[in-house]
């Protein structure tokens, strides 16, 4: 089962606004957070991560906010550059595990000039 | 030190044959990841090395595969009598003891059953 859910497969947004890719997740008992970026013919590759004693976190134009309540996270991308477009996912640690990530399907952001 | 690599870029092979994979972790990373990706879906876990031993394995990886990590260093992954199933993005990633979760993935080999 899908305990990273990330429901919007795609986002195209004009380069200089910001982009808002959502997650969910059903495990209340995920402590972590984190987001990763994928360039195409390349791995993913850390972006920025949250834990779960914060609401938020912030690393220059990226921007994570946690909502335990809803379970649901959000990365912020301000502003958005045409060099951002790539595929976005969502991970959290594995329950049980040492350290394993479970990874949404992801989300394909278009930035256009 | 150039990052994760991983060898060969992209693998070919009908059904039936074995493959194997190999992946040169960052050299100062004593843990290592191997993940599977499908079309359209995240990674999956498949398996995890600290050092030399293989510390878990996820339910996907079936008795088929097989991964190795020998010296701690480089990690080879081996499917055995392969199926049009395990046609899939193999992802190898790297971490230290100091960054659990902040991998660093290799490019993936691509492996195509035909």
């Known amino acids: 089962d899908q305990q990273v859910k990330q429901n919007s497969p795609s986002l195209s947004v004009q380069e200089g606004r910001i982009s808002i890719l959502n997650c969910d997740y059903t495990n209340s008992m995920f402590d972590y957070f984190l987001w990763y970026k994928k360039y195409p013919a390349e791995g993913p590759t850390f972006l920025i991560s949250?834990?779960?004693?914060?609401d938020k976190n912030e690393d220059g134009r990226f921007t994570v906010f946690l909502n335990k309540s809803a379970k649901h996270l959000s990365l912020h991308i301000v502003p958005s550059q045409p060099g951002d477009s790539a595929v976005y996912f969502c991970a959290a640690p594995i329950t049980n595990s040492g350290y394993a990530l479970n990874f949404g399907k992801g989300t394909s952001l278009l930035v256009t000039p | 030190d150039t990052g994760v690599s991983q060898d060969p870029r992209h693998k070919i092979t009908k059904r039936g044959q074995n493959v194997t994979f190999r992946c040169d972790p960052i050299s100062e990373h004593n843990r290592l990841y191997w993940y599977r990706q499908t079309l359209g879906q995240g990674p999956e876990f498949l398996t995890y090395f600290q050092n030399e031993a293989q510390l878990e394995k996820s339910r996907l990886l079936s008795d088929r595969f097989s991964a190795e990590r020998p010296k701690g260093s480089f990690s080879t992954l081996e499917i055995q009598r392969t199926e049009q199933g395990d046609s899939a993005m193999y992802l190898c990633?790297?971490?230290?003891?100091?960054?659990?979760?902040?991998?660093?993935f290799g490019s993936g080999t691509r492996l195509t059953v035909v």
């Open positions: 949250i834990s779960s004693i914060k």
């Open positions: 990633a790297s971490s230290s003891s100091g960054t659990v979760y902040g991998y660093t």
